[in-house]
């Protein structure tokens, strides 16, 4: 059963309607017809199975059929602030992401920092956690934020219980240090392939963020996100029956 997330301004008493891009979507794209089911995802969470009743030449008319008192995402708010790779890498972590349960991605721009985003990569990115979040059946659409310095992005992290940074060079704080607690809101930095600066390290302490290695090894900046990402989710209690 396809799922589609539907802005509160279209959520009426006993129907959703469905205009726009997702309209075009779904009868052009996915050949959606009439009486045909779908799971409805109405302001960050609230579930229905909708049944398709109208489709109009703008718009589409779902009825909805029964409430689904079920939450698929995580137990705890994981948010990524990762340091802006090359190419299209940060697509692939965003796309992954958003799959894994993160809340909320921070591109950061760092001392090593070469690539940049635009407004157009910023909405492409939103459009892929978008689709991601409707495939992987989550109950919220993970934000994209827009590109922020790393100090600047510090100074913000005051509202997160717990705050995590990944470093290469870390001797004593391994993945077995992280402790985390249902709701909690989490923070989890992320370098680049050129990682931090020892400076960026300090400043990120001073801030209480906890460093964390990976082990002896180096990951490639597509992988290292993904793997950092399950592990946490791990440590927070998620992929258990």
Known sequence: MHQIFIPLQNFKKNYVIVDGEDFHHLVNVLRI?????????VDRGYR?????TSIEKNKLIIDLIEKINENYDPVFNLYIAQSIPKGKKFENIIKYGTELGVNGFFPLITERTIAKLNFEKIERLKRIAKEEAQLSKRDK???VYTPIN???????SNKYEK??????LEKEN????????KNENVIVIIGNEGGFSLEE???AKNYRFISISLGKRILRSELAP?????????KGGEFRI
Request: hydrophobic share 55%; glycine share 2%; proline share 2%.
């Open 48 to 52: 229905f199975i909708g049944k398709v």
């Open 141 to 143: 659409i993970p934000e």
């Open 163 to 168: 705050k995590y940074i990944f470093w290469e």
């Open 201 to 203: 390290i300090n400043q």
């Open 33 to 41: 017809n009439i009486n045909e089911k779908l799971l409805i995802v």
């Open 174 to 181: 391994c993945v077995d240090n992280i402790e985390i607690k």
């Open 150 to 156: 790393f100090i600047d992005f510090l100074k913000t």
């Open 226 to 234: 993904l793997v950092i990402i399950s592990l946490v989710l791990y």
